[in-house]
Nanobody, 115 residues
Framework: QVQLVESGGGLVQAGGSLRLSCVAS????????MGWYRQAPGKQRELVAR???????NYADSVKGRFTISRDNAKSTAYLQMNSLKPEDTAVYYC?????????WGRGTQVTVSS
């Protein structure tokens, strides 16, 4: 059974930082591309950041220079360090795992940035 469990969300003031974690089980984590997506009210889910099994990363333009995605294969965990947060970063953040072309999703964690 595949499980992706996110944690680390919360309420933070603009300019603050949060670190999201995603613990994966039931998948071959080492070969999985891991991603963070977000969905704000009334908007479509969008890619925030992604990291391949080889460590190649890519980011949405809106978060470049502020967010950093990383992974710890020994812990089957992906992270999203979010700095200089803005009110427009407010959303539910979802962890995604893609081993061999199949998408798996976590339930999400709420991030709220107050102005």
């Amino acid at each position: 059974q595949v499980q992706l469990v996110e944690s680390g969300g919360g309420l933070v003031q603009a300019g603050g930082s949060l670190r999201l974690s995603c613990v994966a089980s039931g998948i071959m984590f080492r070969i999985s591309t891991m991603g963070w997506y977000r969905q704000a009210p009334g908007k479509q889910r969008e890619l925030v950041a992604r990291i391949t099994s080889g460590g190649i990363t890519n980011y949405a333009d809106s978060v470049k220079g502020r967010f950093t995605i990383s992974r710890d294969n020994a812990k089957s965990t992906a992270y999203l360090q979010m700095n200089s947060l803005k009110p427009e970063d407010t959303a539910v953040y979802y962890c995604n795992a893609n081993p061999l072309g199949v998408d798996y999703w976590g339930r999400g964690t709420q991030v709220t940035v107050s102005s």
